[in-house]
């Protein structure tokens, strides 16, 4: 089994910082990318910032400059550091982890649950 676990979640007042985590879990025995994606409220899922395996970065238009992307592979950790925070980017905040698991020939996309990032103005 693996498992990824959120936290850093939470209230925070416009221009304030978050950090977000994502804890994989299990028999694990590679890690490849990692990914952030938010859901505002009544909108689609979107990309906002990921790593490659090599450690490359890509972030959505909107977050450069204020959200960054890292990882601690020994940890088997993602984070997502988000300052100067604004009203738009409250959503609901899901880590991705592509991952290949001891019972697995070959890596796959594990999900975490879902952290809330709420942004009063």
């Known amino acids: 089994q693996v498992h990824l676990v959120e936290s850093g979640g939470g209230l925070v007042v416009a221009g304030g910082s978050l950090r977000l985590s994502c804890a994989a879990s299990g028999s694990i025995t590679r890690l490849d990318g990692m990914a952030w994606h938010r859901q505002p409220p009544g909108k689609q899922r979107e990309l906002v910032a990921s790593?490659?395996?090599?450690?490359?970065?890509n972030y959505v238009d909107s977050v450069k400059g204020r959200f960054t992307i890292s990882r601690d592979n020994v940890k088997k950790t993602n984070y997502l550091q988000m300052n100067s925070l604004k009203p738009e980017n409250a959503a609901v905040y899901y880590c991705?982890?592509?991952?290949?698991?001891?019972?697995?020939?070959?890596?796959?996309?594990?999900w975490g649950q879902g952290t809330q990032v709420i942004v009063s103005s």
């Open positions: 790593t490659s395996g090599g450690g490359t970065t």
């Open positions: 991705f982890i592509d991952l290949k698991a001891t019972f697995r020939v070959a890596c796959e996309g594990y």
